[in-house]
């Protein structure tokens, strides 16, 4: 009898794989550890506007296909991106450039006499932009003492012969001049996570405003404007994953419908008359949206707002916190390394630790570990001048040393950082220290 031998079925083949939303874009070869100044580019946004792309028109400004489209992309965004945030019914979200623009714009709006309270501890962004009169509390020793320390200053500004009020303003009554309190969620140092929530309770207790500035925190952990209660909170897309040259400021609405357009242009009014100052504004978002709105970079916001919306916050959140123990960690072991924090060491905290190597250059550390290991890191004050240098001279305190540079490395991290990347890191300092 013959046999006839059949091969095996060739194997079915196998559709490529496909990348997730919240995968990265980067450079084979580069540890990139720089995520607190910007992060990569997230294949949600990249997507999201490589489709839009053909379509690129106009917005609120034409009848054709290509405006229309353009138009209900740019105003899907706007929801996708407030429902992300927690935004309140009658909340307005505002597409601005970046978490400074946002903040410059809400100084703006400020109604006449407002005092606003801030800390010693935040980013230029929300130390630069209030008007002359405003509180800076110094940096507390804890989160506790942020909550005191604001609790004491409200109470003093609420006094009548302090402000000139008529007494303590009960919560939302609106007695006495406006105050609003200005705070970061996620330092843009340390990493440290400031009690947010708390600090909102203080300041309606006092009848006072909140604006969070959300930009650190918002890409490592859920941020919800409704359930915190606050005001008004701001965040830049392009440490969103989002690198599209967009930002968003989200909050109550009537001091933005009150105040002059933060742009005085086309997009801005409902009415301009003959007359030189003949001009109605528009009221809602597109009051202080004049111009030509950056379509591109709303819809790369709300594409990684909706990709992360979908995603399980809490396991992305869990695999970072293990990273960023394993970096302090390393950092901890490294006898002529020394973190810089605020808070006491255990500190909730976000992917970003500062650091210095004694007896070295923050600059040309951070020069060698890119030429060297290809490595990228942060070296400076990172737009914090007031708290960096004073965490550098609580560092020397701790220490002991008289050898620590004057200037910090900040490395961070996030979506698409591996054990990996950070061990690179950490046998690179053990080499250079």
Known sequence: MTVTLVPPPAPAPQPPAVAAPLDVLGVPGQVNLDYAATAPCARAAADAVAELLPWYASVHRGAG???????????????TVGDFLGARADDHVVFTRNTTDALNLLARALPAGTTVVTFGGEHHANL???????????????PAGAVRALD?????????????????????????????????????????????????????????????????????????VAALDVDYLVLSGHKLYAPFGA?????????????????????ATSHVGAATHDVRWATGPTRHEAGTP???????????????????RAALHDAEQALLTRLREGIAALPHVLELRMFGPA????????????????????AELAATYGI????????????????LDEAAARSGRRDLPPTALRASIGLGSTAGHVDRLLVALAALA
């Open 65 to 79: 296909a290509l405006s229309r489209r353009c138009t209900l992309a740019y105003e899907r965004a706007r929801q």
């Open 128 to 142: 630069l932009p209030w008007p002359r009169g405003s509180v800076r509390l110094p940096v507390p020793e804890d």
């Open 152 to 224: 004491a200053a409200l109470g003093e500004l609420r006094r009548p012969d302090a402000r000139g009020g008529s007494g303590p303003a009960r919560p939302g009554a609106g007695q006495g001049p406006p105050v609003l309190v200005a705070v970061t969620a996620a330092s843009n140092v340390t990493g440290e996570r400031w009690p947010v929530a708390e600090l909102a309770l203080v300041a309606r207790r006092h009848g006072a405003r909140i604006a969070v500035d959300a930009a650190q925190l918002a890409p490592h952990a859920p941020v919800d």
């Open 247 to 267: 930002g968003v400021l989200v909050g109550r609405a009537d001091w933005l419908d009150a105040a002059p357009p933060y742009l005085a242009g086309g997009g």
């Open 294 to 312: 950056n379509l591109l970079g709303a819809v790369a916001l709300a594409a990684v707002c909706a990709a992360l919306a979908d995603a399980d």
């Open 347 to 366: 500190a909730p905290r976000v992917g970003i630790v500062s650091f210095v190597v004694a007896g070295r250059d923050s600059a040309e550390v951070a």
């Open 376 to 391: 990228g890191v942060r070296d400076g004050l990172f737009c914090a001048h007031p708290l960096a240098r004073r965490l």
